[in-house]
């Protein structure tokens, strides 16, 4: 079998399982959901308050679900050795961790990108602004499981790698959070948001290339240990 | 081995060999602790006692010998903790290992006393305890990564693999690190408004200068004394199933 097909068959296989397990793949998103509507139960229902803050508020939402979803990257192949296989595999390992990226975040990541026009509705935010954040979600999600990806693979052999997931993942999600959130309040602002897009853009090629590396070799770690 | 001279790669050589090592650090610890005590003793006394009160600051500024010379540790140490930790991935060098992971926790205690320091100047000079400071901002992020390296390690039974896994971690961090940077720099410019705006540093007089030097070489020295102590604990921890362990506690 070819890499391209190997890749392919990765992607086709996942987008299956999820389809099989339909109830998980719709928690990520009722998790988002529900922590949006938090925050103006917290705040108060002011609607200059939650304009300020929507873009803040739905990426925050946005990083915290990608965090939780994570675990669902390797947990499954984990446990039933489909990861040995991958290892074992004539393909390079990292190339077939980036077809499960894939497949994940078209099951985790797509979902809050289609849903989040209306929570930008429900926070009030202004129509220029919906379709850069669209744009700052399609560009920076994908960051947030390729990023996620190490953090997942360092962690899945242990019995509680919840809250150090947190803790080695969060930090480094960061310059996404900054560069998309300011990409949209700029946005609802009417200034020009190209350089924020074209960053955020820029780190989402150089995750793709560089994060499934260090995915692999922690992955490798993790199966030996 | 040919750009390393030869003399060079056989010290290295044999400073991987555990029972060399901590042999070799124990004869040597006496002497660096020393050296560190002098030049902190030294590095003190100019910048407490010889170095002129600021014309702005008055006396507080006094507290960068300890605030700048930390600041870098914090930074300088996160990069000893990659190299050493690729040093060990590559190589498959126990002694990188540990090198890196003793690192870790003395970084982690350089960088919160930037913070702490940071914050006990900010209140006199610009009347808060913290603000969201591009620099200070980066600076709790980067004890952020610290301490997601050390959890790490710690969650971790076999600690070859954690050192492993950490390694992974610290190569990562260092290569985000500069956009972490970077970005909170750019969001910073953006975000704040002239609230707090930063006396202007005019270039530092040699009077100053010089404790200020010597203190950051001091706390080199105490970064070398305080990561070979834990080093050399860490090292007879995992040897101590070895013969030449054994042979020290009798």
């Known amino acids: 079998m070819s890499l391209s097909n190997a890749f392919i068959a990765i992607i086709r296989r996942d987008l299956v399982l999820a389809y099989r397990r339909r109830a998980e793949v719709a928690n990520p998103l009722l998790f988002f959901v529900l922590v949006i509507t938090l925050f103006p139960l917290g705040l108060g229902a002011q609607t200059k308050l939650l304009q300020a803050m929507a873009p803040g508020i739905i990426w925050i939402a946005a990083l915290l679900a990608a965090m939780l979803s994570l675990d669902s990257l390797f947990r499954s192949d984990f446990d039933d050795g489909s990861l040995e296989q991958f290892i074992l595999s004539p393909h390079p390992l990292s190339v077939l961790i980036l077809a499960k990226i894939v497949a994940h975040w078209l099951v985790t990541g797509l979902p809050l990108l289609l849903i989040s026009p209306l929570l930008a509705i429900f926070l009030g935010m202004p129509e220029q602004s919906v379709p850069v954040l669209l744009w700052t979600l399609l560009l920076g999600t994908p960051v947030l499981s390729l990023i996620g990806s190490i953090g997942v693979a360092l962690t899945v052999g242990l019995r509680r790698g919840g809250m150090i997931l947190a803790l080695l993942v969060l930090p480094l999600y960061i310059p996404v959070l900054i560069f998309a959130g300011n990409a949209v309040e700029m946005a609802g602002s009417g200034l020009p948001v190209g350089a924020q897009l074209n960053i955020l853009a820029a780190i989402l090629f150089a995750a793709l290339v560089l994060a499934p590396l260090p995915a692999a070799a922690a992955l490798k770690m993790s199966m030996n240990g | ?250």
Do not use: C
């Not at chain 2, 008055?58 to 990069?79: E, K, Q, T």
């Open chain 2, 1 to 250: 081995m040919f750009l390393i001279p030869d003399s060079v790669g056989r010290f290295f050589h044999r400073m991987a060999s555990p029972p060399h090592f901590y042999t070799f650090t124990g004869r040597l610890l006496p002497w660096l602790t020393a050296i560190f005590i002098i030049l902190t003793a030294v590095g003190l006394y100019g910048g407490l006692f010889l170095a002129p009160a600021d014309y702005q600051q008055g006396d507080s500024y006094r507290i960068i010998y300890i605030h700048v010379p930390s600041a870098w540790m914090s930074l300088f140490i996160y990069v000893v903790m990659a190299v050493a930790g690729a040093i060990g991935l590559v190589w498959r060098i126990k002694l990188a290992e540990i090198v890196m992971i003793s690192s870790a926790t003395v970084g982690a205690g350089f960088t919160f006393i930037a913070l702490l320091t940071g914050s006990l100047w900010g209140k006199p000079m610009w009347g808060t305890w913290w603000v969201w400071d591009a620099r200070l901002t980066s600076e709790l992020i980067l004890l952020f990564l610290y301490l997601g390296v050390i959890a790490l390690y710690g969650a971790i039974d076999d600690k070859r693999t954690a050192s492993r896994a950490v390694a992974i971690l610290a190569i990562v961090g260092v290569v985000n690190i500069p956009i972490i940077h970077y970005s909170v720099e750019w969001w910073n410019t953006l975000h704040q408004g002239p609230t707090v705006s930063k006396i202007d540093k005019p270039s530092i007089h040699v009077s100053m200068l010089i404790p200020l030097l010597t203190m950051a070489v001091a706390f080199k020295f105490y970064y070398l004394v305080a990561m070979l102590q834990r080093a050399r604990t860490e090292l007879i921890q995992r040897e101590r199933n070895s013969q030449w362990v054994k042979g020290l506690i009798e």
